[in-house]
């Protein structure tokens, strides 16, 4: 098992170097369409960016690139919650799981919003 | 490298520079706030500057402020906001560059807050070989000022890097390069809050982001390498120059002068 430092890292590192490597292609999908018009889409859900992701829509791309990005912090809030669960420090466990149920309630009502 | 996200040299770049509309530029420089912040906490966790109890703790305050501030958002002049924030900055940076000698402090008591949580730690001193073992105290005051970083981190799009960083040295008495170090780690979290409200109400644009985040992902690796190898003074001076310019800035910006850069 690794320690709490070294999870840290390589799952900060691996967030932001998939968000880098996402936003890139949705770049150059960009340029292979001749640098067209790019809508500026809000709450298109999860699923429908994903899936126009998936279809090589730039713009589509880039905002899979942005939501892995949000994602990558949120996830180290959570790894840590299990990782200081795991330890029995439940004070720790405590303090995480308040800053994961606000990041989840930011979340929420961003998209509510 | 100084515990910020780099929202604060973003917009003014954005705005300034490119005449990109406040929004939009709000919107991309928060997201570009979560990688710099990412990928540079990547490094510093793994070398062990960060003290993540502690910025697991000050969280709490900083997120609910992040929050409270996109809430708020609404309802203040954002005119007001810059000049208080910039006297802020004004007064961070005086007190940052007079205390420039404290860097290692010695015989700090830990308060009963950081005593119960563990927050004691230690940090390798590369730039004089030795490790630097430091204790955390006014806890709460700290907690209840990264509140208020994290309003304002909501309100303009920034980290709240500017704050933590000398309230953590200066109040709670911990060595800057793990203030700063901390720092960084806690914006992530703070940015990523913001940037999702940002995100759905569609002041995030692709083509303004993407390069952004690239470039970040790069810049940031060679800012930590440099901290790394700096003596804590040069660390401080370095700051405290960049709070004096971007505050004056700020003041400038919210009593209506255009600002050229």
């Known amino acids: ?113 | 490298m100084f515990g910020l996200g780099g929202g604060i040299l973003i917009i003014p770049f954005l705005t300034l520079v490119e005449g990109v509309p406040v929004p939009l530029a709000v919107g991309a420089s928060i997201v570009s706030v979560v990688a710099t912040s990412s990928s540079s906490a990547a490094t510093y966790v793994r070398d062990r500057l960060t003290n993540i109890r502690l910025g697991m703790f000050l969280e709490i305050g900083a997120v609910a402020g992040a929050i409270t501030g996109a809430f708020v958002s609404v309802f203040l002049p954002a005119a007001a906001l810059f000049i208080l924030f910039g006297m802020l900055l004004l007064y961070a940076t005086t007190v940052m560059i007079r205390s420039r000698r404290l860097d290692f402090p010695s015989k700090v008591l830990p308060d009963r807050t950081a005593t119960l949580l563990g927050l004691s730690g230690q940090y390798e001193e590369h730039t004089k070989n030795t490790v630097v073992k430091y204790e955390v105290t006014r806890t709460p005051v700290t907690l209840f000022v990264a509140y208020f970083a994290g309003i304002v981190s909501g309100l303009l799009g920034v980290g709240g890097g500017i704050i933590y960083v000398p309230t953590m040295n200066l109040v709670s008495k911990i060595p800057v390069k793990v203030a700063s170090a901390t720092s960084n780690f806690m914006i992530g979290v703070t940015a990523a809050a913001s940037a999702s409200v940002y995100l759905f109400r569609g002041d995030v644009d692709p083509i303004l982001t993407a390069p952004l985040i690239i470039g970040v992902a790069g810049g940031a690796i060679l800012g930590t390498r440099i901290l790394k190898l700096t003596p804590p003074t040069r660390v401080k001076i370095a700051f405290g120059l960049l709070l004096a310019t971007i505050s004056i800035l700020m003041i400038l910006k919210g009593f209506n002068i255009p600002v050229v850069l």
């Open chain 1, 1 to 113: 098992m690794l320690d709490l430092n070294r999870l840290i890292s390589y799952s900060l590192r691996i967030g932001v170097l998939t968000s880098a490597l996402l936003s890139l292609v949705g770049l150059t999908a960009w340029a292979a369409t001749g640098y067209a018009n790019l809508s500026r889409a809000s709450g298109s859900g999860v699923s429908g960016t994903i899936a126009s992701a998936a279809s090589g829509n730039p713009a589509g791309l880039i905002y899979l690139a942005v939501a892995v990005l949000v994602a990558t912090p949120v996830f180290r809030v959570a790894l840590s919650t299990f990782y200081f669960a795991r330890d029995g420090d439940k004070r720790y466990v405590l303090i995480t799981v308040a800053v994961l149920s606000m990041l989840i309630f930011a979340l929420v009502s961003g998209v509510s919003g």
